[in-house]
């Protein structure tokens, strides 16, 4: 007997694609956060551990800068005092890495397909159906995403990619790291003198009316 037949409504499309960003958003942390784990090693307690809060963009949620910032931070304290402070001073500028983030992107894309379809399937939509909605809607998304660095560049990082993630949160976080370069270098300079064997940094975000 030969599948029904079910019209999409855009509606619903919307609902399912929301539903499957939320999902696939958290899926890339959780990756990540295991992906980097903890280093365990000594920290500095007595150290400054703050760093300047990050401001939230006009579009962005507090969910969405959230959860980038929980997956910087992780990147920064899997870094030794050493390490940060080595990147920081020989970092001279965002390097050309497009082929890099279109490839994340691509894989995402790829991903948010199969997890769509999925969900579409799930709910009795045919594959005629499916297949007509599926990529355009991921598409739609898509123009909303950037390709995420686990930790910036200017912040310390090394290119190290996760996933995409909601353009106005992830710019606003970029933006923000050459006011904090100086701020975090000292940070490292102090644990290392310490002695710490990684960094204890916290990031979080504005509170409102800072």
Not at 56 to 85: H, I, S, V, W
Not at 144 to 159: C, R, S, V
């Amino acid at each position: 007997m030969a599948a029904p037949v079910v019209i999409v409504g855009a509606i619903l499309v919307r609902l399912a694609a929301k539903k499957v960003l939320k999902q696939y958003l958290k899926n890339q942390s959780k990756q990540t956060l295991k992906r980097l784990g903890k280093r365990g090693g000594k920290i500095c307690k007595n150290c400054k551990q703050r760093v300047k809060c990050f401001k939230k963009g006009k579009k962005g949620t507090d969910e969405e800068l959230d959860r980038q910032l929980e997956m910087q931070e992780a990147a920064l304290n899997n870094l030794t005092p050493d390490e940060l402070e080595t990147a920081l001073k020989n970092f001279k500028g965002r390097p050309s890495d497009g082929n890099a983030r279109a490839g994340e992107r691509a894989k995402a894309s790829r991903e948010l397909e199969r997890m769509l379809d999925n969900e579409l399937r799930q709910g009795g939509v045919g594959a005629a159906e499916r297949d007509r909605v599926v990529k355009s809607e991921v598409s739609r998304m898509m123009k909303g995403m950037d390709a995420l660095h686990t930790l910036d560049w200017a912040g310390g990082g090394d290119g190290s990619m996760s996933g995409v993630g909601p353009k106005s949160e992830n710019r606003s976080i970029g933006g923000s790291w050459s006011s904090r370069r100086q701020e975090l270098l000292d940070m490292a300079q102090d644990a290392k003198k310490s002695g710490a064997e990684n960094m204890s940094i916290k990031l979080q975000r504005c509170k409102p009316g800072v």
